[in-house]
């Protein structure tokens, strides 16, 4: 049965990385890590109120980011296993509180062996995995793009863009910065996406951010929920740890801000989601409706006739850090050559 009305939280809490950490030691502080999670959730639905369903976690909020450590020595310290112990814990977490938990990681993987990738996953209250979306957009970290042609082989196109359709409404997730493709958002909500699941480690300010600016364009865009839990702080690397602090925020269909978290550790940023009134408003003829007035035939055209970034450019390398910036110099060369950069 549907839940029509329940409570969100984006979950702002802080994030202890493992850089420089042992892997013994790596791997025990991403088990503490989960077991203070597991507690804060608990003190947080208690707070809430039962009716709370949907908890989403800041990206890599369990080991924090690699700072120059190689893709080998990275995936051996903190890259989860699907299947793994640290996804059983997640599990037992969600279904002892009865949420569906938004968790993003980087995660190992049998087809990839010498690689990582970074995953949004979506355990419901049964504890199943009922959403892995492997992030696309990253600047340093390998993607699906990057080996695409094995990674179809593997997976197959429909778990590239993945949707889940659950009790509390359709399920997506992008992580962090892929906020600001505004193509990647609208493909999920052409497969049906409702609510945007948003876990980011961002810089927080006062002013509005790309990131906010970007969360409150993919609501209006795609009439749809975006719930982002932004890091609480970040400690264990020489970066100020509130660098990446507060702001984690739910906002409405029609980019409306429902609630919103200061700085610190916080629940603050729980509200209601109404999938009643959101499906009521995505029927609704109008010119607001910009969902259904899209032009998907012609901009899959559009889109074809331009460079970028290339599928398959890492094929069958492991590659040393410096390799993402030399694409990324690489691909503004072709820009350069087709006339967009002058």
Request: some cysteine; hydrophobic content about 40%; aromatic content about 6%.
């Amino acid at each position: 049965m549907t839940n029509p009305s329940y409570r969100a939280l984006a979950l702002q809490t802080v994030t202890h990385s493992v850089t420089g950490l042992s892997v013994p030691d790596a791997r025990a502080a991403i088990g503490a890590a989960i077991a203070r999670i597991g507690a804060q959730i608990r003190a947080s639905r208690a707070w809430i109120g039962p009716d709370l369903r949907l908890v989403v976690l800041p990206e890599y909020a369990l080991t924090g980011f690699p700072m120059g450590e190689p893709i080998p020595g990275w995936r051996d310290k903190a890259a989860l296993a699907p299947g793994g112990p640290e996804y059983a814990a997640l599990a037992a977490i969600a279904q002892d509180q009865s949420v569906h938990l938004v968790v993003n990681a980087y995660e190992s993987d049998q087809h990839f062996p010498d690689l990582y990738f970074q995953a949004c996953v979506i355990l419901d209250p049964s504890g199943e995995v009922v959403l892995r979306a492997r992030r696309l957009y990253s600047m340093y970290s390998p993607t699906p793009y990057d080996v695409w042609t094995r990674y179809l082989d593997a997976y197959g196109t429909e778990a590239v863009l993945p949707v889940a359709r659950t009790p509390i409404g359709n399920l997506a997730a992008l992580s962090s910065e892929e906020i600001l493709y505004p193509e990647l958002a609208r493909s999920l909500a052409l497969r049906g996406a409702e609510i945007l699941c948003h876990p980011t480690s961002e810089a927080s300010s006062p002013q509005l951010t790309p990131k906010a600016i970007a969360r409150r364009a993919r609501a209006v865009e795609n009439l749809a929920y975006v719930v982002s839990a932004n890091s609480g702080g970040l400690t264990g690397i020489p970066i100020p740890s509130d660098s990446t602090n507060g702001g984690s925020e739910l906002i409405d269909f029609e980019g409306r801000v429902l609630a919103q978290a200061g700085a610190g550790e916080s629940l603050v940023a729980a509200a209601e989601l109404d999938l009643e009134a959101l499906r009521r408003h995505r029927a609704r003829p109008g010119m607001g409706n910009l969902l259904a007035r899209a032009k998907p035939a012609l901009w899959a055209r559009e889109y074809g006739r331009h460079e970028g970034e290339q599928p398959d450019e890492l094929g069958d390398a492991v590659p040393e850090r410096a390799w993402f910036a030399q694409r990324q110099r690489a691909t503004i060369e072709r820009l350069r050559k087709a006339g967009v950069i002058t």
